[in-house]
């Protein structure tokens, strides 16, 4: 069975860092893209970051540019996000998400396997 365990998430004063992790079990991790995706309060849930079965490509949305980095360690079967300089409209809850392939996409449609949600508050 399948499961993706987030942690990391709590609160940050804005301009702070944190660092959410997501440990995969269940399937081959090297062989899928990996996501992240949030969904701030009484809002939709929003792409942020996928990162290939490679590593080598990596896409961000626009907002998270420059502020955030999804990395991965295919040995530990563990996904990363590094969030610095965190403002209030980054709270939300953080999911991790297996895509259906190897490659990256933006789509939540693209994900068959979601963790639980870790969350992430930014005070101002």
């Known amino acids: 069975q399948v499961q993706l365990v987030e942690s990391g998430g709590g609160l940050v004063q804005s301009g702070g860092s944190l660092r959410l992790s997501c440990a995969a079990s269940?399937?081959?991790?090297?062989?899928?893209?990996m996501g992240w995706f949030r969904q701030p309060p009484g809002k939709e849930r929003e792409f942020v970051a996928t990162?290939?079965?490679?590593?080598?490509?990596?896409r961000y949305a626009d907002s998270m540019k420059g502020r955030f980095t999804i990395s991965r360690d295919n040995a530990k079967n563990t996904v990363y996000l590094q969030m610095n300089n965190l403002k209030p409209e980054d709270t939300a809850v953080y999911f991790c998400?297996?895509?259906?392939?190897?490659?990256?996409?933006?789509?939540?449609?693209?994900?068959?396997?979601w963790g639980q949600g870790t969350q992430v508050t930014v005070s101002s």
């Open positions: 998400a297996f895509a259906k392939g190897p490659s990256v996409s933006d789509s939540g449609g693209m994900y068959d396997y």
């Open positions: 269940g399937r081959t991790f090297s062989g899928y893209a």
């Open positions: 990162i290939s079965r490679s590593g080598l490509s990596t």
